[in-house]
């Protein structure tokens, strides 16, 4: 593919939403000794990579200007570096590209051989995109809660805040796996889908029960996978069973300051940052719950690449139900 070009969307500054998302023809990238070309098939965004650009990870990602953001993607291997084993042109994959290259909006990416992981045919692009960062935040959110994936873990009671959205439909789902009670929040439109995705007990979180999070059968939580943010800990602490603790996917200043005093003094009920690392182990065990139909990818929406700044704009507006996927 040396020489070629390809279709991108880029931006070359910070700020400016959906608006600033260009579309540009730019050289198709060229794969390293440990790298995979591949010819992208979908790319999920996620809130991360509208947050990069507000400048949340300033001034190290992303590394320069112009940037190809996303990096969650499936594709079809089309190339594969000189130490590349475990891979052939012609493979179809799903991989991480990192925020640090990103490279997700375009027609060909690079992609590192040990962030790229196979699909199953019975894995549709789209779906196998979605999972990447949310499917492996909702994994590391649950077992960081105590749950297991074994058949051996205690059967405990979890609470999903934002059950609806990216994270929280993977929560839900995953956490039935690990055989546990989900109690759940969503708006009123979503609360039939989260009940079809597993969940026990739903609650509307604009209802006062739902607001204070108030399982309907009176059930303490032992964890709490919190995917949205403006709850405080006062709200969170009289619904924890003795030694529940809360994972907050959505830390803010007061989520740190509230887990080093917890933890300086050895408090039973607990609060913990959680910034999760794909990595292919999860991805591994995530593709093959999808093909053994165990999880499954909820898409709210798909667009063009031509229209990827639709995507953008709909999940800043941050009201999707599942993944919002851009398909190439
Ligand atoms: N720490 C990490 O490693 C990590 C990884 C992934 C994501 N995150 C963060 O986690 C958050 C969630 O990510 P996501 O991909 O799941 O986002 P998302 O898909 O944009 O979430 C949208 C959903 O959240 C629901 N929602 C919003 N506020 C709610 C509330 N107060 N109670 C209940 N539901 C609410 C919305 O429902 P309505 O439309 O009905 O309002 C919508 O369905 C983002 O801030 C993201 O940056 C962190």
Redesign the pocket.
């Given at each position: 593919m040396a020489g070629k070009v390809m279709h991108a969307v880029q931006y070359s500054t910070y700020g400016g939403g959906a608006a600033a998302l260009k579309h540009v023809e730019v050289p198709v990238p060229t794969p390293k000794k440990d790298e995979v070309l591949l010819k992208l098939e979908a790319a999920a965004i996620?809130?991360?990579d509208w947050?990069i650009q507000k400048g949340v990870m300033r001034p190290f990602i992303p590394p320069k200007f112009p940037y190809i953001p996303v990096s969650d993607v499936a594709g079809e291997v089309i190339e594969v570096g000189s130490a590349v084993k475990d891979f052939n042109n012609g493979d179809k994959v799903v991989a991480s590209l990192g925020f640090t290259n990103g490279g997700g909006l375009a027609e060909y990416a690079v992609a590192s051989s040990s962030l790229t992981v196979h699909r199953h045919a019975e894995v549709p692009a789209a779906d196998a995109a979605g999972l990447l960062?949310?499917a492996?935040?909702a994994l590391?959110?649950l077992k960081l809660g105590g749950a297991q994936f074994s058949g051996t873990g205690n059967p405990l009671n979890v609470l999903i805040?934002?059950?609806?959205?990216?994270?929280?439909?993977y929560a839900v789902q995953l956490a039935k796996v690990a055989n546990l009670h989900v109690t759940a929040?969503?708006?009123?439109?979503?609360i039939e889908f989260v009940k079809s995705l597993g969940a026990d007990e739903v609650l509307d979180?604009?209802t006062p029960d739902?607001a204070a999070l108030k399982s309907p059968s009176g059930k303490k939580y032992d964890a709490v996978v919190h995917?949205?943010?403006?709850?405080s800990w006062s709200t969170f602490e009289p619904n924890l069973s003795e030694s529940g603790k809360v994972v907050?996917?959505?830390?803010s200043a007061s989520t740190f300051l509230n887990f080093a005093v917890k933890k300086l003094t050895w408090a039973k009920k607990k609060i913990e940052?959680?910034?999760?690392?794909v990595n292919k182990e999860d991805l591994q065990y995530l593709v093959g719950l999808v093909k053994e139909g165990k999880l499954k990818t909820v898409v709210?929406s798909r667009y063009p690449l031509e229209k990827a700044e639709d995507a953008w704009a709909k999940?800043m507006?941050?009201?999707?139900?599942?993944?919002?996927i851009v398909e190439i």
């Open positions: 996620n809130p991360v947050k960062i949310a492996i935040t590391q959110a805040t934002a059950a609806s959205g990216g994270v929280g439909h929040t969503c708006g009123s439109r979503n979180y604009k739902g995917c949205t943010v403006g709850i907050d996917i959505t830390p940052p959680l910034f999760a690392k709210d999940s507006d941050g009201h999707a139900t599942g993944k919002i």
